[in-house]
């Protein structure tokens, strides 16, 4: 019963979805679709997914080679993964082993440059290494997580466990930073293995990190082929094609909230379970008792440098605003200064008064991934809009709302955000409390934004920081590592021999 295969598609072909719905064939695919092609039907949007025979291919072995592998790693060690985990920071920390990887790197930053894509997180710098480097020995130093004992429940004559067990093969689809591929290695310590399929701008630095450091270290510490998979291949549908393989035991998705979205929806409708990591932007708050050096300290320590817990938004208190928002654009002409590039405000309608003329008629020298610009300092933004993710390069780039009271800032952030990251700066214990018991955050503090990172806060390098844009997570932390891929398992032993119910 399992039908004809889809061999051809033809112009304005009507293709049914969400089980009352239709999307149409466009020119564009028909021409492009080919026998053996999969064609994936988003049933959350209808979009039409082609994924090539090819690329199908190289993704189903890829997971082949997981799974297979995944299947002897209940035979290895935990002194073998620690080994594993030594080498691979040793490679790196080694130059010679270096130098291709800084060389693959430096022809992704040239080309991606070229084609006026984002490099801000692509460069391999010397911080990324170490930073790197220190991950992969805090999994190599962390106490070993598979077999550990959740639970015990002692009955008369038996007793019962909760014990964690490894989740599986692991498909981690991410945007173009190298050092992620080091943080999502991170599930062997488990016991998992892992599918990689890195963004196209990052997939010669990929590669070479596997072939001159990941590679060798998995060899060394004799841990099976297939533990750690890089898919080469920049088409998107690899990712499409991994997140439907039914074989996977999490998906996870990191990059730019759109790309992310979907292939969220594809892991979805194949039954994969999902940790997506996509629209960020943290939200800033200060009330009527903020301090005002504090509250400034927080907006530059906030705004460093792009990345998903970078001060986006920020709320001021009506009454406090007269004190507050001078100090709010001296903290952003201070950002701006420190990379060079100037900085941009967006500003709700309706609050452009607060803002001096000075600002108001300004243009500014705009550093974007394309090249410089001439933009406005300043302009308004709908306040439907303050959810609006705003991706910069070198010039730090922020809303700010006025608001009547904490409240307002509160229901703001729950309706608009994404609901990740929220800091109040304020004086009154009252405040953080009423604060932290209405706000729909994941991640809440009383300073800068920026701390929101697992291997920061938490010394467990990160696969991804969750947000709650898609509902509340079921039992985990809003930091995916390494060791919270897990499962659990049941096991009983029985003392009395003559046990029965």
Same mark, same amino acid.
């Given at each position: ?56 291919? /190289? ?108 989740? @599986? ?44 450091? #990941? ?32 074989? #996977? ?12 979205? /979907? ?20 939200? #800033? ?26 001060? *986006? ?22 950002? @701006? ?16 008064? #607060? ?111 969750? *947000?709650?844009? *898609? ?22 032993? /029985? ?7």
């Amino acid at each position: 019963m399992g039908g004809a295969r889809l061999e051809q598609l033809t112009p304005g072909m009507a293709i049914p979805f969400a089980g009352d719905r239709v999307t149409f064939v466009s020119d564009a695919l028909a021409a492009e679709f080919a026998a053996g092609d999969r064609l994936i039907v988003v049933q959350e949007t209808g979009e039409l997914l082609r994924v090539p025979a090819a690329v199908h291919a /190289q993704a189903a072995g890829a997971v082949d080679r997981a799974a297979t592998a995944f299947a002897r790693m209940g035979g290895v060690s935990d002194i073998a993964v620690t080994a594993f985990f030594d080498a691979f920071a040793r490679r790196l920390r080694d130059d010679a082993a270096w130098a291709p990887v800084a060389a693959a790197n430096a022809a992704d930053v040239e080309s991606a440059k070229a084609r006026g894509r984002s490099t801000t997180r692509l460069a391999a710098t010397p911080r990324m290494r170490a930073d790197m480097i220190a991950g992969l020995e805090e999994w190599r130093d962390a106490a070993p997580s598979r077999g550990r004992v959740l639970e015990r429940v002692e009955h008369s004559g038996w007793s019962v466990e909760q014990v964690t067990a490894p989740l @599986g093969v692991v498909g981690f689809v991410f945007e173009g930073r190298p050092n992620v591929f080091a943080d999502a290695a991170g599930v062997l310590r488990g016991g998992n293995t892992v599918v990689f399929r890195i963004g196209s701008d990052a997939l010669g630095t990929a590669r070479a990190i596997t072939t001159h450091a #990941l590679a060798p270290a998995l060899a060394e510490a004799g841990l099976p082929d297939g533990a750690c998979v890089l898919i080469e291949s920049a088409e998107h549908a690899a990712g499409w094609a991994l997140f439907s393989d039914k074989r #996977l035991g999490l998906a996870v998705a990191r990059g730019s909230g759109q790309a992310v979205a /979907q292939l969220g929806a594809v892991a979805r409708q194949a039954g994969v379970p999902v940790s997506l990591h996509g629209t960020g932007g943290a939200w #800033l708050v200060a009330d009527e008792t903020a301090d005002a050096t504090r509250f400034r300290l927080a907006v530059v320590a906030s705004l460093d440098r792009k990345a998903c817990n970078t001060l *986006n938004t920020c709320c001021i208190v009506r009454a406090a605003a007269a004190t507050l928002v001078p100090q709010f654009l001296l903290a952003l002409q201070e950002a @701006g200064r420190a990379r060079g590039h100037g900085c941009r405000l967006h500003v709700a309608a309706g609050d452009e008064a #607060l803002i001096p003329e000075s600002w108001r008629g300004a243009r500014a020298r705009v550093r974007r991934a394309d090249g410089d610009r001439d933009e406005p300092l300043v302009e308004m933004l709908p306040e439907g809009a303050l959810g609006r993710e705003w991706e910069w390069e070198e010039t730090p780039e922020v809303s700010l709302k006025i608001v009547d009271d904490l409240d307002g800032a509160i229901a703001l952030f729950n309706a608009q955000s994404p609901r990740f990251s929220a800091s109040l700066i304020s004086g009154s214990s009252d405040a953080h409390a009423r604060f932290y018991a209405g706000i729909e955050a994941a991640f809440v503090g009383d300073g800068m934004t920026r701390w929101v990172d697992g291997q920061f806060a938490l010394n467990r390098p990160e696969l991804g920081l969750s *947000n709650w844009e *898609n509902g509340r997570l079921l039992a985990r932390g809003g930091v995916l590592s390494g060791d919270s891929v897990y499962t659990i398992r049941t096991r009983m032993n /029985q003392q009395d021999p003559h046990l029965h119910r």
